[in-house]
């Protein structure tokens, strides 16, 4: 069982920073292919980025050059740094993880990008 706790969400301005933070209950290590999801209104979810224990990075097309994921503390902690964020950014963001087959998902914490 994997409890996985969002927050840093909100809402920016174009152009804007934002830092979202995903608090595992287990350290990321034992499990397979953590990353973040996204969900605009009426849309598909679609990976925003994923990160392997190894350290290698996957980014959706849309986000490359702008978003970062990394760890901490002990990879119990998954992070999204957000940068020059566009209002087509605007979404519900889910960290997720697989532990033994099984996917957890987080509750979401909504981005909204707006003047």
């Known amino acids: 069982q994997v409890q996985l706790v969002e927050s840093g969400g909100g809402l920016v301005q174009p152009g804007g920073s934002l830092r979202l933070s995903c608090a595992a209950s287990?350290?990321?290590?034992?499990?397979?292919?953590p990353g973040w999801y996204r969900q605009a209104p009426g849309s598909q979810r679609e990976l925003v980025a994923r990160?392997?224990?190894?350290?290698?990075?996957n980014y959706a097309d849309s986000v490359k050059g702008r978003f970062t994921i990394s760890t901490a503390n002990a990879k119990n902690t998954l992070y999204l740094q957000m940068n020059s964020l566009q209002p087509d950014d605007t979404a519900v963001y889910f960290c997720?993880?697989?532990?033994?087959?099984?996917?957890?998902w987080g509750q979401g914490t909504q981005v909204t990008v707006s003047s």
């Open positions: 997720s993880a697989t532990l033994r087959d099984v996917t957890y």
């Open positions: 990160i392997t224990n190894g350290g290698i990075t």
């Open positions: 287990r350290s990321l290590l034992n499990i397979y292919g």
